[in-house]
């Protein structure tokens, strides 16, 4: 699932907690044992099982390279990483190397969690974008290695489209053809929808929101954009879908079945989802899809991008193994092997091409063009707290709980105090 984020939004480390876990724990002091000369086994944190092949591969062609060093691949599913994450950083028992998000980088390196990377001899991130390495610098200082990148695309069902007689979409579509469309395919007779519209917010929200004009957070990360007309035009697209045009599922059907598996089952028409999806449809049994980009709203295309990176626990006993892993990780070759499982799209420049060719049924190239109008993943300092709260609106809102006006009343004065606490 890539750098998916948002589906599952458990409860962040609190200040207190990463403190007592990260006191006596500096980057010049930390890990400086366990790494001369003998066995080291490195755990290494990672959370989508769909990848878990590829990061076997890796690190059984890094152990070739270090045969003294032995990589654990530690599989905890998206639902329950950060939680247990947030046990194991207080217990100091964090695995050595694991995924991070951009949207918990600023709170994991500002409680001196992680090991700054840009500190370390022969740091290298050249070959990455440079928002993806800025996204990752704290302080001055990288922590975080980019592993992938996604951007958000329009999946369809091909012969749902060629059952009710509409043509795929295209690069030229617009919210209106969205609409049209989900119309003509919805059919209650057969329990096909014509599209799932979650209060998902890198999947669905925040495009939909860009898409309009509007904004998530301020430029200077300061106050929310839920207050502007054209934020809330994006959101009320997107939950129209649900209220009136009866294309869509409802929340609670949305709850009940994750509409990914509703997409995958043939049971709704159209779908935007990120690239890390892209196994889970081409091994959906009887699924013909393909994908398309996001349509153009009333201020032209945008997608969100967004992207995962690699870093150090300050506690690992290991950090020199770890850094040697983490530095790999990063190299054009662990890229490579990535790019060739079709999971995700590989962080390196260049190296697109080896995914889009992975996975040939599907159109991929789309994800990879969309660069050019995508918009970075909405981040502060620490975000944890208003996305939280934010999610938890969306969710009174998408349930029918709580007005659109009235709901986006209280996310802005709600993010504006989390903001605020910083």
């Not at 458990?10 to 001369?36: E, R, Y």
């Not at 050595?96 to 740091?123: C, E, H, K, N």
């Not at 957070?217 to 929310?224: C, E, Y």
Request: charged share 15%; glycine share 10%; proline share 6%.
């Amino acid at each position: 699932m890539g750098s998916k984020i948002t589906r599952s939004v458990p409860a962040l480390l609190c200040a207190a907690v990463l403190v007592a876990a990260a006191s006596g724990c500096s980057s010049a002091g930390a890990g400086s044992g366990g790494d001369a000369g003998g066995p080291v086994t490195l755990t290494y944190g990672i959370w989508d099982p769909n990848q878990k092949p590829a990061m076997q591969q890796i690190a059984n062609a890094f152990e070739k390279l270090h045969p003294n060093i032995t990589v654990d691949v530690e599989l905890t599913p998206n639902a329950n990483y950060w939680t247990k994450l947030q046990t194991e950083a207080a217990s100091g028992t964090a695995p050595d190397v694991f995924w991070m998000s951009t949207t918990r980088i600023g709170l994991y390196a500002g409680q001196g969690q992680l090991l700054p990377l840009s500190d370390r001899s022969g740091f290298d991130n050249k070959p990455f974008p440079a928002s993806l390495n800025s996204i990752y610098t704290v302080g001055g200082k990288q922590y975080g290695m980019p592993k992938d990148f996604d951007t958000i695309g329009l999946w369809y069902n091909k012969k749902l489209f060629d059952a009710a007689g509409v043509k795929y979409p295209t690069a030229a579509w617009t919210w209106q053809d969205v609409i049209d469309a989900s119309r003509k395919l919805t059919s209650p007779a057969k329990g096909v929808w014509g599209i799932a519209s979650p209060d998902w917010t890198q999947e669905n929200l925040y495009n939909d929101i860009y898409q309009a004009g509007g904004s998530v957070i301020s430029a200077d990360k300061k106050s929310s954009g839920f207050g502007d007309a054209k934020t809330l035009a994006g959101l009320q697209y997107a939950l129209d879908f649900i209220t009136k045009y009866k294309t869509s599922p409802t929340a609670q059907q949305m709850t009940d079945t994750d509409p990914s598996q509703l997409f995958a089952s043939g049971k709704v028409a159209m779908f935007t989802d990120g690239d890390w999806d892209t196994l889970t449809y081409k091994n959906a049994p009887g699924l013909d899809a393909d994908v398309a980009p996001l349509p153009a709203g009333p201020a032209g295309r945008a997608t969100v991008i967004n992207g995962l990176a690699n870093v150090i626990y300050a506690k690992t006993p290991h950090a020199t193994a770890a850094w040697q892993f983490v530095k790999f990780l990063g190299s054009e070759q662990a890229n490579r092997i990535q790019a060739a499982s079709g999971a995700v799209i590989p962080a390196y420049q260049g190296l697109s091409d080896g995914w889009v060719k992975a996975v040939p049924q599907f159109h991929l190239q789309t994800f990879v063009d969309q660069l050019k109008y995508a918009v970075p993943y909405p981040v502060s300092a620490n975000s944890g707290p208003w996305i939280t709260d934010s999610q938890a609106l969306l969710d009174q809102i998408w349930g029918g709980k709580l007005s659109l006006d009235a709901g986006a009343q209280q996310l802005t004065s709600t993010m504006n105090a989390d903001l605020a606490k910083g």
